[in-house]
């Protein structure tokens, strides 16, 4: 475990190493740039008198002016990065919105879909009842039309009965006729 802290430090301690070094980099940069620039401003000059405290005050004045301008340009990123963290989150809330509505929209639809599949199932129903009322109704006329038939039949059936008795009977009045003939003559005879 100590081995994994020793490391750590030894990583920390190099960074650190690493960035003074570049820190210094920079700074030393810098004043080469001011050196550089204070040549130039000498040979302007011409080999006039300086006076140190002026240009003392024009390197704090330019350094100043520097770190002004660093701390403007990290304020612009800042309101850029703001800004566009802002436009990302009103198009967020956009997006949600439309994504809401989208879902309302839906569910809408969705519940338009079952009130006429609602509506659909009842007018089903009734035309289930109304087909079956339709088969009642037919049933009951084939049941009547079943009953006038026999009663028909059964009407035929007793006319053909009664004149089939009717002509027994009038049969048995021709036979009784002629045997009362046939009496008759044979008495006369």
Do not use: C
């Not at 309101?79 to 569910?107: H, I, S």
């Amino acid at each position: 475990m100590s081995g994994i802290w020793e490391a750590l430090y030894l990583v920390a301690g190099t960074s650190l190493a690493v960035w003074l070094v570049l820190l210094v980099i920079k700074s030393r940069r810098r004043l080469q740039l001011r050196l550089d620039q204070h040549k130039r401003e000498m040979e302007d000059r011409q080999g006039a008198p300086m006076d140190p405290f002026a240009a003392l005050a024009e390197l704090y004045a330019d350094d100043a002016r520097a770190k002004e301008e660093a701390l403007l340009r990290r304020q612009q990123r800042q309101q850029a990065r703001q800004q566009r963290d802002e436009a990302t989150a009103q198009r967020d809330a956009e997006r949600q919105q439309r994504d809401a509505e989208r879902g309302q929209r839906d569910a809408e639809r969705e519940l338009r879909d079952a009130e006429r599949e609602q509506r659909d199932a009842v007018r089903l129903q009734r035309d289930a009842e109304r087909v079956e009322r339709d088969a009642e109704r037919q049933l009951r006329d084939s049941e009547r039309q079943q009953r006038d038939r026999e009663r028909q039949e059964r009407d035929v059936q007793r006319q053909l009965d009664r004149q089939q008795r009717d002509a027994d009977r009038e049969q048995r009045d021709l036979l009784r006729r002629q045997q009362d003939l046939q009496r008759q003559q044979g008495h006369r005879n």
